[in-house]
């Protein structure tokens, strides 16, 4: 029978403990609420240690435990340790690990595991006991009652929380449907910290290989920078080789182009056809291939050094135009994480990059319009991060446009499913102009992409309060981001917007165009996480639009600028002039209108443009 808790009861008669507040009654309903407050703060604690000491705390109110443990699964899978612990002795907590079914922690967390593969990471509400007289599953050393619930997250188990008591029949029934729901909580919250930690480890390395980038961009020799970029790697994650394969597209094959150990160089290994070996397999699926034993994988075969045990490698793509592969290789078992593959994958566009601007150095000296054509690439790279089509939304036609002012521009957009009938849309301003601005902006892309804001659960303030919370983390000097964040309900026709930063929205309804009073400081430029919104009850052929500001900040040199009054009279007139045009219509036109006033000079800021428009 498929659980996710485990009660372990003793039956010599021993003292019972203390009074605690019923589960049931409104004083545990208190402390409940106090638990799981403290729960809730675990993702922005700084001091994992002491946020689990306040929450057992908090819990013992209600469940009379002696002893208290949170352990970790592996990577693997197989095996649980202790994160932290109180009331056990240190050569347990530092010695002892459990494998799966072993010992109570170790039961839960097989069955755990069992039912997220077979349930797709659904919970379930069934108990079992274990019986101590028969030794199914011996409690911990000096207890006498055990209870132990697995933390799971979303799609996968994170571990064990553990509670002992030194008495017999410590622990009810009622006491673990308590911790149970508390292990709920408690796994997805772990979770998000561990998303937060990663987080702030990904803008420490972001920023750091910023500042490294500089060194990079003046080396002119490539096998100089990719001994640079080999420096810059080593400092991130431990590997013992090195190298560097690049796409020859008239031989249509992989051919070496730079390997090396942490201590010494070593030959390149041969060409490899498409799909051919690790390196082959990731080129042609166009991503990241990793394995922990490389001697188990069909695909691999011996290249470079005998003693490779676990291998990492991600394509470097530009524009979808394969450039090569980064190989990673370790001699140790399982040494690349996935936490490992998501940072390489993230810094394989740089390298990527970074390898380009090499070859056009190179090319310069005897070609130099082929800057121009990189400067291009590069721009269209940039768009390729952006959705490259409106999304399909029953009853919503979408139109978007964007426009930099420079070749990189600093505007972002994104849309994506919000849970089952929804559809967030964004649309945001990066301070400044040119890569930095770039950079910042398709960082904002990934985060609004994963963390709270990929959570349907959150809704748009929460977002902004996980957006700022994350930017400011960055401290990049004078960057921070205006951005509009909205959440439309196909069902009900209903739309829920925040803004921070941005223009007001507007709303174009029986053909009046009305500004949508709703502002707020820009993310990342100060500690406000309070962020209002706005509920609109839609009826079909109402139009709402979203610009940034240089939209009606348009001018041209010593000229007052484009001005809110007339982007209301350009909406009026568009919406109104028939009943068949589309939401990319009205989107293009204020771009157009823009275009006109500038009287053919050059923009001096990015323009984006974002349209709904409800069909039915």
């Not at 994988?297 to 490779?308: G, L, P």
């Not at 165009?513 to 502002?519: D, I, K, V």
């Given at each position: 029978m498929p659980t996710e808790t485990l009660l372990a009861r003793s039956t010599p008669p021993q003292a019972a403990p203390g009074p605690s507040p019923e589960p049931g009654t409104s004083s545990g309903l208190d402390a409940l609420s106090s638990v799981l407050e403290a729960v809730g703060d675990l993702p922005t604690s700084r001091d994992r240690d002491a946020a689990f000491a306040r929450i057992l705390e908090q819990l013992r109110e209600v469940v009379p435990w002696h002893t208290a443990a949170v352990l970790y699964l592996d990577d693997a899978g197989s095996e649980l340790t202790f994160r932290w612990s109180q009331g056990l002795p240190d050569s347990v907590t530092e010695r002892w690990r459990f494998g799966l079914g072993q010992g109570l922690v170790g039961r839960v967390a097989e069955q755990a595991l069992t039912d997220v593969e077979s349930a797709?990471?659904?919970?379930?509400?069934?108990?079992?006991?274990?019986?101590?007289?028969?030794?199914?599953c011996p409690p911990l050393p000096g207890l006498r009652s055990e209870m132990a619930v697995p933390l799971v997250g979303h799609e996968q188990v994170l571990g064990v929380l553990d509670l002992g008591s030194r008495d017999s029949d410590a622990f009810t029934a009622e006491h673990l449907q308590f911790v149970r729901l508390v292990g709920r909580h408690l796994g997805r919250n772990i979770e998000r910290s561990c998303a937060h930690d990663r987080a702030r480890r990904l803008a420490e390395n972001l920023s750091f290989l910023q500042q490294a980038g500089h060194d990079l961009t003046s080396i002119l020799d490539r096998k100089l920078l990719l001994e640079r970029i080999s420096d810059v790697l080593g400092r991130l994650l431990e590997y013992q080789i090195f190298s560097v394969m690049v796409w020859n597209e008239e031989a249509q094959h992989l051919e070496p182009l730079f390997s090396r150990r942490q201590q010494d160089d070593i030959p390149g290994v041969g060409v490899l056809k498409l799909g051919e070996g690790l390196c082959g397999s990731a080129a042609a699926l166009r991503q990241p291939v990793r394995v922990g034993n490389v001697q188990s994988?069909?695909?691999?075969?011996?290249?470079?050094?005998?003693?490779?045990r676990s291998e990492m490698v991600?394509?470097?793509?530009?524009?979808?135009?394969?450039?090569?592969?980064?190989?990673?290789?370790s001699f140790e078992y399982d040494a690349f994480t996935e936490e490992h593959e998501q940072l390489l994958q993230t810094l394989a566009s740089s390298i990527a990059v970074a390898l380009e601007n090499a070859n056009l150095y190179e090319r310069l000296r005897r070609d130099e319009q082929r800057l121009a054509r990189d400067l291009t690439t590069a721009r269209e790279v940039q768009h390729y991060l952006l959705p490259r089509r409106s999304p399909w939304v029953p009853g919503l036609q979408v139109g978007v446009a964007n426009v930099p002012a420079q070749h990189l521009g600093g505007d972002i957009y994104d849309f994506y499913s919000y849970g089952e009938g929804r559809t967030a849309f964004a649309i945001g301003d990066v301070a400044g102009k040119g890569t930095g601005a770039a950079l910042y902006g398709s960082l904002t892309v990934g985060l609004l992409r994963g963390g709270y804001a990929g959570d349907s659960q959150c809704d748009p303030p929460c977002v902004m309060a996980y957006l700022n919370d994350e930017l400011?983390?960055?401290?990049?000097?004078?960057?921070?981001?205006?951005?509009?964040?909205?959440?439309?309900?196909?069902?009900?026709?209903?739309?829920?917007?925040s803004n921070a930063g941005l223009p007001y929205p507007w709303l174009i309804r029986d053909g009046r165009?009305?500004?949508?009073?709703?502002?707020g400081l820009p993310l990342g430029a100060t500690q406000h996480r309070e962020r209002g919104s706005l509920v609109l009850e839609l009826q079909p052929g109402d139009v709402v639009v979203f610009t940034t500001d240089g939209i009606d900040e348009c001018s041209v040199p010593g000229g007052e600028p484009f001005g809110s009054e007339r982007v209301r009279e350009l909406l009026e007139h568009e919406t109104s002039r028939t009943r068949t045009w589309i939401a990319q219509d009205l989107a293009d036109a204020l771009v157009h209108a823009t275009d006109e006033y500038l009287e053919g000079m050059q923009a001096n800021d990015d323009r984006t443009v974002l349209v709904l428009k409800v069909t039915g």
């Open positions: 797709g990471g659904r919970s379930f509400a069934l108990d079992d006991e274990c019986d101590l007289d028969r030794q199914e994988d069909s695909r691999y075969f011996q290249c470079a050094d005998e003693r490779v991600v394509p470097l793509v530009i524009e979808d135009r394969l450039l090569g592969v980064v190989d990673l290789a400011r983390q960055l401290d990049v000097d004078r960057r921070f981001l205006a951005l509009g964040f909205a959440v439309y309900r196909s069902a009900d026709r209903r739309l829920e917007l165009a009305r500004e949508l009073e709703l502002g």
